[in-house]
């Protein structure tokens, strides 16, 4: 079995930033497609998973599923990326409702904004991102595999 690799802690003081720390993070996931992005309302989750996006190749603009729950975007690689926002969910039944598992099936990439209503549905590994504010505009990113 491989081993885990160590947490990994990013500075982000711009916005070109996120962009320099996302080939970084990829690497870093070693192939782990579902990712659970933590942090306050406006710490940057949906700024980072642009700037992934970004990264991976999509072309289309990326927003933030607030209200629809999830969008997907194509890319020019054999996978896709689901983003999903459950902000607004109160339990686990909510998430299976909207076919939660079925995007799970596939290795497309599944980035999930405040994945706790989720958490028991969650595959064994996941890469778990912390964003946390720090004196503004500076944002302290950690990056571990759960």
Excluded at 18 to 47: E, H, M, N, R, S
Excluded at 100 to 127: G, K, M, N
């Amino acid at each position: 079995m491989q081993a885990k690799p160590p947490a990994a802690t990013y500075y982000i003081k711009t916005l070109a930033d996120w962009d320099q720390i996302a080939p970084l993070l990829c690497d870093q996931a070693q192939g782990t497609y579902v990712w659970c992005f933590k942090g306050t309302l406006g710490a940057g989750k949906t700024t980072l998973i642009k700037a992934l996006c970004r990264h991976l190749g999509v072309q289309t603009p990326v927003t933030s599923p607030t209200y629809s729950l999830v969008h997907e975007y194509p890319t020019p690689h054999p996978y896709k990326i689901y983003h999903m926002d459950f902000y607004r969910l109160k339990t686990p039944t909510e998430a299976l409702n909207i076919g939660f598992e079925s995007y799970l099936a596939h290795q497309d990439y599944v980035f999930i904004e405040w994945p706790d209503v989720v958490e028991t549905l969650l595959p064994p590994h996941c890469f778990h991102i912390q964003i946390d504010m720090c004196t503004p505009p500076q944002r302290k990113v950690t990056a571990d595999h759960h």
